[in-house]
């Protein structure tokens, strides 16, 4: 029988529902002033509100039928506001926090507005704009997160043609918020190791419920984009976006890639809607196309300093696997992924039509050549954020503008370049007009008719990414049933689970690993020089406990007196060193470009490149960004200091290593001095001190090859896995990918016959 409900919220709006027999439950603001339509025994949301049932309105028809058809219905200005995709955007938007707002042109802290109402930007470009894909960072709780949802779904489904919004969200599950790229990360949601630490498992069948369990709360969050997995292969050690792959090795990317794609976006029986979509589907977008992970020298284009990808080792084509063989071919009834993204870099030399060397997402030869035609691909192609903005006069600013290779055109010219190259959305673009102008560039240029085909195919993959997820029936949540599903106990069991299958036991002398609970334990504290974020935001000096030692109190007695202790336990980082550009050097009549060091103590690139491969030949800009010679200085020295003391001060007793690794380290400045080394992706104390005491057994395998020195990362190629020369430890073990021990030793098993070199 069918049947309605109506819903009172503590949000402004009322939530009915009207539920078909067989069919989909329909949801629906009454104050948006969409009606229900009922025909053959059946209901409908009159989302335009003409009085009849359209094509795009029915939910008996395939998403593919509707979104033609709706898209044949928008004007210009509707497909242009579709195209966008908005700026981040925190919920409540505290001014403390990285992207502020204001409500009713007061700071939230002053206007006395609920965290769930939306703000006077999320308001305009909602109306004036006609964005409907919002990607969301923090949010303050799940129920916030629903009501917030509810009320962008409201004004939405009442604005022009009731198209809802695809809220989206990058990772948000791992167990740092501080991490870059992690803005969601941390607070009521299950959490689980980086994508690297899904990596070190070495089975795609954990990546896999990953997915299932990401979805799930993601879809309780009110998001239906993922910007995710990042699947680049990451040959180049010192790339700060290492720890946001699946490490360099293109098999175990692709494996894991098609797992993450298939448990984001599969809906299985009556949570199915059409072809595998459904209710717990996630769109999936994948990054970043062709690879962004050989940029010269480790350095990231979210800089202008980092902005060539270079291939000396001729081996562009393996950093397509991922893509080609993975997100693009999966095992599931979905088949590919629905987005991706280009990468910010210029892929220097690799243009074999037209010779362009331009960001990614402005080439037509990598999105409409090789993506499109070559390979098949007819999903969304999204850009990254902030590619169509200026420039800014510094070459370390990660908010800059990032036009590489098409600095000189004008922003509404970046549009019509991109939509002439094959993209269909604007990353970190609220603004309606450059798209409409670069509409009209192309209407002089084609004519009108081409040019409104041109907006209706990519108005068409759009809306399919959105009919698949079942919005336009019900985009609404019920508050209280996401407090539910968001971080329930079975999810965060899952996360947790993973969490202990990615630690990797490096090293274990003389099996003093496991140590049985209620030794006494040292743990020295840690000191964070001041420095900055990775906004560019200064951070304060600070000495503090590197874990909860109240955790650790429920396995050791904790003494802050080496004499005392039984063993000490000694927490570092991955060496950090900045991103290869040094704003003083540059003042100073040098080319501004300096070394990024995976070692602790101060390092010189004696062995670096005299002429570098890519370089801009503009004036304000450098052609040669050698930095040969060149000394840099790691932010975190003093891990290794803290290392090496705890030697001193536990004497012949043990000192044991737990170190967060976000990049290969050059770990031969303590390993001789330490008789155990556990390495994590990311994890909850209780996770590691499960493993510390035997509760668990570490299983976890390298997803990256560990350097023996500098010199071996300054002579491996940018482009190429599996070149460098690894560590050997004091006990003979090389730390080489797919290198992991448990109590017995050094671990030989499935995965490694499948994966190992």
Known sequence: MNQRETINTKSLHTISYVSNKGGPTLGYSPDSGVQILEQDGLFFKDLNRNGKLDKYEDWRLTPQERAEDLASQMSIEQIAGLMLYSRHQSIPALSSSWFSGTYNGKSYEESGAKPWELTDEQLAFLAQDHLRHILVTTVESPEIAALWNNQVQAFAEGTGLGIP?????????????NSEFNAGAGGQISMWPETLGLAATFDPKITYRFGQVASREYRALGLGTALSPQIDIATDPRWFRFNGTFGEDSKLSADMAKAYVDGFQSSE?????????????????????????SGEGGRDAHYACGKYAVYPG?????????????????????????????????????????????????????????????????????????????ESDSKDSFLSGKPWGVEGMSVAERH???????????????????????????????????????????????????????????????????????????????????????????????????????????????????????????????????????????????????????????????????????????????????????????YTAEHAREQSLAGDARDNDVLNRSYKGKTVVTHNESDLDRVLEARKLMKDKPVIVSMLLSNPSVVAEFEGEV????????????????????????????????????????????????????????EGNVYDFAFGMNWNGVIEDERTKNYRK
């Not at 269909?424 to 007009?433: A, P, R, V």
């Open 675 to 730: 008789d155990a080394i556990l390495v994590n992706f990311g994890l909850q104390d209780q996770a590691l001190m499960e493993v510390l005491t035997g509760a668990e057994e570490p299983s976890g395998l390298l997803p990256v090859q560990m350097p023996s020195g500098m010199q071996t990362v300054e002579e491996q190629l940018e482009d190429v896995a599996h070149d460098m020369e690894c560590h050997a430890d004091s």
């Open 314 to 390: 001729g081996n562009f084509d393996e950093h397509l696997i991922p893509f080609t063989e993975g997100a693009f071919k999966l095992d599931g009834p979905t088949k590919q992924a629905s987005a991706v993204m280009p990468y910010y870099t210029i892929s220097t030399d690799q243009d074999q039509l037209n010779g362009e060397n331009v960001g990614n997402s402005y080439s037509s030869y990598l999105i409409t050549d090789l993506l499109r035609e070559k390979y098949g691909y007819d999903g969304v192609v999204c850009t990254d954020w902030l590619i169509t903005a200026d």
């Open 416 to 602: 019509y370049k991109l939509l002439m190259a094959g993209v269909d959305q604007f990353g970190g673009n609220n603004e309606m007009e450059p798209v409409l102008e670069a509409y009209r560039m192309g209407v002089a240029e084609h004519g009108e008719v081409w040019m409104r085909n041109r907006f209706e195919r990519s108005a068409v993959r759009l809306l399919l990414n959105i009919f698949r997820l079942g919005l336009f029936e019900n985009p609404y949540l019920k508050p209280e049933e996401s407090a539910l599903i968001v971080g329930n106990p079975e999810f965060m069991q899952s996360g947790y689970e993973a969490q202990l299958k990615s630690i990797v036991l490096l090293k274990n002398k003389n099996r003093v690993l496991p140590l049985a609970a209620k030794q006494t334990v040292y743990v020295p504290k840690r000191y964070t020089p001041a420095g900055k974020d990775w906004f560019g935001n200064p951070t304060p000096e600070k000495t503090e406990y590197p874990v909860n030692l109240d955790v650790v109190s429920k396995y050791y007695h904790v003494t802050d007196q080496p004499e005392k202790a039984d063993f000490a336990l000694v927490f570092i980082s991955s060496p950090k060193s900045g991103v290869g550009f040094s704003q003083e050097d540059s003042e100073q009549g040098g080319n501004g470009y300096v070394p990024i060091s995976l070692q602790y103590r101060p």
């Open 269 to 293: 029986d009556d949570r199915e809607v059409n072809e595998g979509w459904g209710y717990d589907s996630v769109n999936a977008m994948v990054k970043h196309w062709p690879g962004g992970g």
């Open 165 to 177: 919004a695809n809220n989206s969200s990058d990772p948000r599950h791992g167990s740092d918020s």
